[in-house]
């Protein structure tokens, strides 16, 4: 640890050193940004609004000089929050106190704890976030759609993937439905669900409404549910409501993800696609994704395709984004045929 800097003619008992509690949150924060250098503290301030760059600039500006004990126990105080924020988030509250507890003692857990529960929003149905997804479905499939649409849209979408596919096919579909149409759900209704599914924690909800579901979140779910799963509710869906049925389908797999697929599934997809589409799709993308393609095309057919890109000139995204989708509907044709395989998360790579 370093000493308090002295300046000429001061002595270490002509002023009380502060202590760090004694130091605001801003005060803190300003210290933190000074610590870890302007570099750092310039990306920070990229995420922050106008107002408080504003504040924590005065701050900066005002701060007198701090020794390494106080500059050392500050970095720590940040560590230890931004450790139970991440316990919070992955396992809920208790689950970040029982952690912290076993790592720095009672006491210092609590404090550490109340003052991130001061100003944090927890999520609704946090105290199942825990609980084992078999438990959890023999415990809400005989609930309404609906209410299994709000749970599993407040769930981690790899806990709420394993939720959708066994439940009953006939429910599936009308969940999945439910959670891609959801908007916000008021706090007495959330309430209420988490009341009757509450087992041994007390509610914890927001009194702020609260926004779930969407298409992005049955998306998500989707994609990490089984491939027999999501065929029959994608093609219920496409009988119940035929326009969010092709919404969703045209997220499952954007053209990025072809970096997924393997070489033959690669070269079989190129001989569908038209070279101009081709030259279009990958106008916007990153060097990944063109790279994939031109190693599985011969010399002569990458040299050509990379001329037709550059004569090509400049493309309007619209038509870009078209010709991805083009591509991408190609993929999840030659995948429903069973001539090529896409992989998903969760699943194993072995194929026979």
Known sequence: MGKTTLTPGSTASSSKKKGVKEYTGRQKAAIFLVTIGSEISAEIFKYLREDEIETLTFEIARLETIDAEQKDAILQEFQELMMANQFISTGGIDYARELLEKSLGSQKAIDIINRLTSSLQVRPFDFIRRTDPAHLLNFIQQEHPQTIALILAYLEPAKASIILQ???????????????????????????????????LSSLSSEDYTAAGG???????????????????????????????????????????????????????MREVDSQELAKALKSVDSEVQDKIFKNMSKRAASMLKEDMEYMGPVRLKDVEESQQKIVSIIRHLEDTGEIVVARAGEDELVV
Request: proline share 3%; charged share 40%.
């Open 215 to 269: 298409v992005e979140s049955i998306v998500e779910i989707l994609n990490l549910v089984d491939r027999a799963s999501e065929k029959q509710i994608i093609e219920a869906l496409e009988d119940e409501d035929p326009e969010l049925a092709e919404e969703i389908k045209k997220r499952m797999f954007v053209f990025e993800d072809i970096v997924m697929l393997d070489d033959r599934a690669i070269q079989k997809v």
């Open 166 to 200: 066994n439940l009953p096919h006939e429910v599936q579909s009308d969940v999945a439905r439910r959670i891609a149409t959801m908007d916000r759900t008021s706090p007495e209704v959330l309430r209420e669900v988490e009341r009757v599914l509450e087992k041994k």
